[in-house]
T-cell receptor, first 115, second 113 residues
Framework: KAGVTQTPRYLIKTRGQQVTLSCSPI?????VSWYQQTPGQGLQFLFE???????NKGNFPGRFSGRQFSNSRSEMNVSTLELGDSALYLC??????????????FGPGTRLTVL | SQKIEQNSEALNIQEGKTATLTCNYTNYSPAYLQWYRQDPGRGPVFLLLIRENEKEKRKERLKVTFDTTLKQSLFHITASQPADSATYLC????????????FGKGTTLSVSS
């Protein structure tokens, strides 16, 4: 079965712009989590969606937002981009989002560069 | 605040040796711990999960230990191969539904032939 897909794979934006990233989970998976990965901070949790509801949120400013659609596909949006938002954005899907039993499958990520 | 440390940014070993990676945590009582492998340009891939009431877990050449008293997990790769070269990440989580995974920054393992 197809893995987690993320589009676009690469993106270059300028400061102040906004960006929308997309994630299609594995078929049948209802939980989608988003992470930001940078060399300095590592992998940091942004938020998790389950059945179209945000179930958990990390410690990021309100410029970072997301949503999930009825087919479990998810988007995340970053408004008023800053240089520090340059990162690899990863999404991961799992069946129910239970981290003790469900394996999380990560997509390849979207590499965002803010100039 | 919660903190996870993978005490080596890089580890270089020779093929055939056992690689041992360490994950230490503070200010947290995780219900379970996961280990992932990440190759350059790719997302992490799940390897193993160990629960707080388990001391050791094995999968083929991989072994994970979890010591909640020391607040430490050790990840071993026996008979290491050049193909094992990658970054390995540990991640912790609690028991609540929707709990977030907290990741360490990873250890980059290089296995030379």
């Amino acid at each position: 079965k197809a893995g987690v897909t993320q589009t676009p794979r690469y993106l270059i934006k300028t400061r102040g712009q906004q960006v929308t990233l997309s994630c299609s989970p594995i078929s049948g998976h209802r939980s989608v989590s988003w992470y930001q990965q940078t060399p300095g901070q590592g992998l940091q949790f942004l938020f998790e969606y389950f059945s179209e509801t945000q179930r958990n949120k990390g410690n990021f400013p309100g410029r970072f937002s997301g949503r999930q659609f009825s087919n479990s596909r998810s988007e995340m949006n970053v408004s008023t981009l800053e240089l520090g938002d340059s990162a690899l954005y990863l999404c991961a899907s799992s069946l129910q989002g239970d981290k003790s039993t469900d394996t999380q499958y990560f997509g390849p990520g979207t590499r965002l560069t803010v100039l | 605040s919660q903190k996870i440390e993978q005490n080596s940014e890089a580890l270089n070993i020779q093929e055939g040796k056992t690689a041992t990676l360490t994950c230490n945590y503070t200010n947290y009582s995780p219900a379970y711990l996961q280990w992932y492998r990440q190759d350059p340009g790719r997302g992490p891939v799940f390897l193993l999960l160990i629960r707080e009431n388990e001391k050791e877990k094995r999968k083929e050449r991989l072994k994970v230990t979890f010591d909640t008293t020391l607040k430490q997990s050790l990840f071993h790769i026996t008979a290491s191969q050049p193909a094992d070269s990658a970054t390995y990440l540990c991640a912790l989580a609690g028991n609540q539904a929707g709990t977030a995974l907290i990741f360490g920054k990873g250890t980059t393992l290089s296995v030379s032939s």
